[in-house]
């Protein structure tokens, strides 16, 4: 169970008496919540004492009566208030007078409970501050969270970016002293490579764009019947000069055509990764296997090659954003590391699932499920 | 007999390893490449080089500390340098000139990447105690 610190500040000893037993076994459960709330009770008699406690512990829960001594309760949630504490308070006063529920309210009290109460009024009121403390809390700390992942996302960007920028910048230099010769063709590698880097430049700031719009929902989409095979016939082909190149069939197994509600755009992105993947990280003279087909609930499609594989620990960030699986056989492979995190964003506004199978060096196996509500045709 | 010094250049940029390698044996070194920090262990296990340039972040956010380290164990005289962009892309800031990071910073020299020939020479030079 977790503790929340309530202090009570009133000058009636009665008052403090009856709240701390009112309070004392009181739960608050939350039902997606594991553990319940309970409270742990101080007692102040006045605004001076309540700020000395305030000043020392840290306090969840403030009841405070207006009516006090010495400086008064609306006071003392100004100075709460200022010194910016993570309470949140709830006024109890016999005199309650709009013009002071107003002030309260304008210096942050987040409700106002009027005396005499009732034990279960009490309890309501100390219910309903609790869950917005709690809800206020998780807001924040998520919203921390979210700053920290884009943080980490910018610095992994800038990182993508400035290492072709720099690897450009460094052939250039060689080339502006003429250190590697005096004719252009001396230079012919690096002004190759240099072409390559911007091209992957240019392919990362272009997925960026797509995964920044899948992200926050502006990318437009333009939801109709689309043809799945046609989209997937439309990839092979365009994939097809970069299979030829190292020798690499493409078999198929699919019907003659497949309609599913959908934006033709996000599924050609789709077909084009997974397939561009089968290719590019396949051995020479290799196999890739693409098979569509349906079940009672769901559009399945099965893209298989007989490449370098992926092993379990690569598996399992397979879908992160920027990774890139590194080593020996990947090196010379351009790529943005962000096709299939892209993939699976867009496949998941279907509602669908997409899976990884493979072994090093045999092959890999991505397996693509959408709940379809359309019918082969 | 090879009388010319060997530096171990490992980098996962196959661009930044090809310009480390042309300034380098400018310089009149030899040299031997690794892409990744697996790849450096294999060619130390025969080569002992006489100096090394790691990259930081490869297969790891931390595989050149790491290398550094294993390699500093196999050949503690063997003076290492560690290439890395990090400082200016996440402001994390660290050196080798403290004893704290003496500790666990098992590399001689911490360079930017993007470091100038005349300067990455001199700095060679120093190390090897030329």
Redesign the interface.
Do not use: L, V, Y
């Given at each position: 169970m977790s503790d929340l610190k309530v202090l009570i500040v009133d000058d009636e000893p009665g008052i403090r008496s009856g709240i701390s037993r009112i309070l004392r076994n009181y739960r608050v459960g939350y039902p997606f919540l594991e553990e319940d709330f309970g409270f742990t009770l101080t007692e102040a008699e006045t605004g001076e004492i309540a700020l000395e406690i305030l000043e020392k512990q840290e306090i969840d829960i403030v009841l405070l009566d207006n009516k006090l001594p010495g400086i008064e309760g609306i006071d003392v949630l100004e100075q709460i208030n200022k010194r910016n504490y993570d309470t949140a308070v709830m006024m109890i006063t016999s005199y309650a007078s709009l013009e002071l529920a107003v002030t309260a309210t304008k210096r942050g009290a987040y409700n106002f409970v009027p005396k005499p109460f009732t034990p279960e009024e009490l309890r309501g009121a100390i219910e309903s501050i609790t869950k917005h403390l709690f809800l206020k809390r998780m807001t924040k700390k998520m919203s921390e969270t979210a700053r920290q992942i884009r943080f980490q996302f910018l610095s992994v960007l800038s990182h993508e970016l400035k290492s072709p920028i720099n690897a450009i910048e460094g052939y250039l230099k060689i080339m502006q002293e003429k250190q590697a010769g005096t004719s252009i063709d001396d230079y012919m590698h690096m002004i190759n490579r240099s072409i390559e880097r911007i091209t992957g430049m240019r392919s990362l700031i272009m997925d960026m764009l797509d995964l920044t719009r899948i992200e926050n929902g502006t990318k437009s989409r333009n939801l109709k019947e689309v043809d799945i095979i046609e989209c997937t016939k439309m990839a092979i082909s365009s994939m097809e000069p970069m299979a030829i190149q190292k020798n690499i069939k493409i078999l198929t197994d699919f019907p003659a055509s497949l309609l599913l509600t959908a934006d033709s755009n996000e599924v050609e992105i789709i077909a084009n990764n997974l397939i561009s993947n089968a290719i590019k990280y396949n051995r020479d003279n290799g196999t890739v296997t693409i098979s569509i087909f349906t079940d009672k609930t769901n559009l399945n499609i099965i893209v298989e090659d007989t490449g370098i594989g992926i092993n379990a620990e690569e598996q399992e960030f397979l879908f992160q954003e920027f990774m890139r699986i590194k080593n020996k056989k990947t090196q010379n492979i351009s790529g943005s590391g962000l096709g299939l995190s892209i993939v699976k964003k867009i496949i998941e506004l279907y509602n669908g699932t997409i899976t990884v199978e493979s072994q090093p060096d045999v092959g890999t196996k991505f397996l693509v499920k959408i709940p379809f509500k359309a019918q082969p045709v | 007999m090879n009388s010319r010094k060997l530096i171990l250049i490992v980098d996962?940029?196959?661009?930044?390893i090809?310009?480390i390698k042309?300034y380098c044996e400018?310089f009149g070194y030899e040299t031997m490449t690794a892409?990744?920090e697996n790849?450096a262990l294999e060619l130390i296990k025969t080569r002992k080089p006489d100096l090394a340039m790691l990259d930081l972040?490869?297969?790891k956010d931390d595989s050149g500390f790491i290398l550094s380290y294993k390699i500093k164990q196999k050949y503690p005289d063997v003076p290492v340098i560690i290439a890395t962009?990090v400082t200016s892309?996440?402001g994390l800031i660290f050196g080798v000139e403290s004893h704290e990071e003496q500790q666990w910073i098992k590399a001689d020299l911490i360079m930017e990447?993007?470091v100038r020939?005349d300067q990455l020479q001199r700095e060679i030079k120093r190390l090897l105690k030329e």
């Open positions: - | 996962d940029d196959i661009d930044f090809s310009q042309h400018k892409n990744s790849e972040m490869m297969e962009a892309e996440t990447k993007g020939p």
